[in-house]
């Protein structure tokens, strides 16, 4: 593994893990009016496209990491639709 | 291009133009407090890393990409520790 490489993991990594604390956050506080209903429906359906196009061409790191992106995005969509 | 190639593209277009949308509210609303800090530091830092990773891989339309979305977030993290 090059560090070009470890960077990639590195960013991956940092991208993904970053909605967790989000999802938490939303969880906890219901408090979403501060959140773009746009920006979570676009990304939400984006990082699903990314999952398709990850199981598609047979790149495991981005499917496993946009299956990880969207369980966080779909929660915290939900709770913006919910809580608006 | 083959189909899987534009799923690609409109999973990146989405993912990264989605974040416009929160820019754009943040900045007019001054309403950061359902946003979490935790979530921009680790996405910027994270989307940093995505295009240092681009640009010395050789892989323009990752470096392109996530040089767009690290503005966006960049503004919305400013915003935050600004007006939380």
Excluded: E, H, R
């Amino acid at each position: 593994m090059t560090y070009i490489d470890i960077i990639g993991f590195l960013a991956a990594f940092g991208t993904t893990i970053s909605f967790l604390p989000q999802a938490i956050k939303t969880i906890q506080t219901k408090d979403t009016s501060g959140i773009s209903l746009s920006m979570y429906s676009l990304f939400t359906v984006g990082t699903l496209l990314w999952l398709i196009y990850g199981i598609l061409s047979l790149s495991i790191p981005v499917a496993i990491a946009n299956a990880i992106t969207l369980i966080f995005a779909s929660i915290i969509l939900v709770y913006k639709i919910k809580y608006k």
